[in-house]
């Protein structure tokens, strides 16, 4: 009896797509802008103004890759700018086969502290503005892939970020909700990254006794989360999930606060 196969990833699949990234100008936006762009990715790197320049050196970068780029700039925080970014992105390569929704705010305050205009600024930019983009390409495009970058903590709770985490939260329940909305012609999938980089203003020491906590007792790198978007971006039968790029930390159930 013969059995045949189909689907699976098909090496260079990928290769002549085009991917919107946000955030794409430093950190895990960089290094997914990079990657898919050894892998024959055309990218629109999108980032805030004050990131302008170093848009333009990971532009340099996707060329010296053999790919294509385009530079795109909107605060996520102001409708007037990132309303028109889809169609911006559009216009300036023609079409869009990809979209990664990676740029957000990261700002600390417990739920003693947090104000309404602290929920609103990280619900609008961590969650509304990566719907809004995704409703946005699907209207625009025939079909085809998103992902949204999450956070490991999602599973737990980091008090000292309140407002980030209710807002990330949002985000991977939307990304169920439009896996449904969306199907069948877009794949919706998340990626939760654990200690991957410090934060802004903290050294790698800072990420040393965190994973001590995790069962594989090490961290990770930008490496590992381009790898799982890769694979979500070349997988066809796979949507409304979410990849824990945590070592394991998802598994533990004690609280995590950072420091």
Not at 223 to 248: R, S
Request: with cysteine; glycine share 10%; charged share 25%.
């Amino acid at each position: 009896m013969t059995h045949h196969l189909s689907g699976g990833v098909v090496p260079g699949k990928l290769k002549g797509k085009v991917a919107l990234i946000t955030g794409a100008g430093r950190r895990i936006g960089r290094a997914l802008a990079v990657a898919l762009a050894e892998e024959g990715v055309h990218i629109v790197a999108h980032d805030r103004r004050i990131r302008e320049s170093e848009t333009i050196k990971v532009c340099e970068e996707v060329e010296g890759c053999g790919a294509r780029s385009w530079k795109i700039i909107a605060d996520l925080d102001k409708e007037d700018e990132y309303e028109s970014l889809m169609t911006r992105a559009f216009a300036a390569a023609g079409t869009v086969d990809i979209l990664i929704n990676n740029a957000s705010i990261f700002q600390s305050g417990t739920l003693r502290e947090v104000g309404w205009e602290d929920v609103k600024r990280h619900m609008h930019v961590n969650a509304w503005t990566p719907f809004f983009l995704t409703r946005e390409f699907t209207r625009l495009a025939g079909g085809g892939k998103i992902i949204n970058l999450l956070d490991t903590k999602i599973t737990g709770y980091d008090r000292r970020h309140a407002a980030y985490i209710l807002s990330k939260q949002a985000l991977a329940l939307l990304t169920k909700m439009c896996a449904l909305e969306f199907a069948p012609g877009f794949t919706v999938n998340g990626i939760a990254p654990g200690p991957i980089l410090p934060p802004e203003g903290k050294d790698d020491s800072y990420l040393d006794h965190l994973v001590q906590n995790l069962p594989l007792k090490r961290r990770g790198g930008t490496g590992d989360v381009c790898d799982a978007a890769i694979y979500l971006l070349k997988a066809d039968f796979v949507t409304g999930q979410v990849l824990y790029v945590d070592g394991g930390k998802h598994l533990r159930e004690e609280e995590w606060t950072g420091s």
